[in-house]
């Protein structure tokens, strides 16, 4: 069942700083990184400022940025697993957006603080500790539930859902909606649905009726905007780019997204 309507957040609350979104979604290839990334560049376009978190060993977020994965001094790997290293000694900054780098030594986290207390929690404590410098935290989580994914849930305020409109669409949402649902009961009782975003969209018969079988899944939390596909936006990160710089005619789908998100979120702490 889709979540239910994000609830009002209590008259006057003020917004949180930083507003922290998962792009989450266990199935794999439906543009989560991709749309970390040029999400955040849009969103730094208009003002703000934006911390771009890599949870995934692949690293695809992190070299997307133009970060050379094998010259790395810190990765998330050491904010995980080693108590005296923040968030700040690690990030770099890149293209208008600050990055805190995956390393392939993440695919191991799971084992590696399996003994260790409260660790379902390292990453909220970790973004606790920045001193209210950003005003967005964007989290690319891998395609799995594992312990990183409920680290990001744990320390989110929202989670946005891309899905891609091809066959098999909802393949992967009911399991991420119950992992949610747990969470949200054992851990994170705020987590939100920020909004579903439909990813790869294009004019053929198939992903129009993807799109519909979506909208009728997940009504109005779907997003207006939907990204269509468009090489330039795979492209892009080869360059080490976001889509605004690379092909700023190809950017209008995350533009207008990026105002939508803003428009959400205002709209809970109205
Ligand atoms: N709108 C688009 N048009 C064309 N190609 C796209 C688009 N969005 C993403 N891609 C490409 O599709 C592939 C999958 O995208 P991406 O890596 O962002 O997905 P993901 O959900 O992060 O994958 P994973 O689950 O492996 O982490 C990439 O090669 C990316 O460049
Ligand atoms: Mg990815």
């Not at 994170?188 to 992903?207: E, Q, Y």
């Not at 997940?218 to 710089?245: H, M, W, Y």
Request: net charge neutral; with cysteine.
């Amino acid at each position: 069942m889709p979540a239910a309507r994000p609830k009002k957040a209590r008259a006057g609350a003020k917004i949180p700083r930083p507003i922290i979104i998962s792009v989450a979604q266990n199935k794999g290839g439906t543009a989560k990184t991709t749309t970390t990334l040029n999400l955040g560049a849009a969103l730094a376009a208009r003002g703000k400022k934006v911390l771009l978190i890599d949870l995934d060993p692949q690293g695809n977020l992190t070299s997307g940025t133009g970060i050379d994965l094998a010259a790395l001094n810190g990765s998330m790997y050491q904010v995980f697993t080693d108590r005296n290293v923040t968030l700040s000694d690690i990030t770099q900054d890149r293209i208008g957006l600050t990055v805190a780098p995956a390393h392939i030594s993440m695919v191991t986290l799971e084992m590696d603080l399996v003994n260790r207390n409260g660790r379902e929690w390292i990453l909220k404590r970790k973004l606790e500790a920045l001193d209210g410098e950003f005003d967005f935290v964007l989290v690319d989580c891998p395609p799995s539930l594992g312990l990183t994914v409920t680290n990001a849930l744990a320390a989110s305020h929202y989670v946005l859902l891309p899905v891609q409109t091809q066959a098999y669409a909802l393949y992967g949402v009911p399991q991420l909606m119950e992992m949610m649902n747990v969470i949200k009961e054992d851990l994170n009782p705020d987590l939100t649905v920020l909004g579903v975003l439909l990813t790869f969209t294009n004019r053929t018969r198939l992903s129009r009726e993807v799109e519909e079988e979506i909208k009728n899944y997940f009504k109005d939390e779907v997003f207006p905007t939907s990204i269509r596909q468009n090489v330039k936006i795979a492209e892009a990160p080869l360059s080490g780019q976001s889509i605004l710089t690379y092909a700023p005619e190809a950017a209008v789908d995350y533009i207008s997204l990026a105002e939508e998100v803003e428009k959400r979120v205002n709209a809970k702490f109205k």
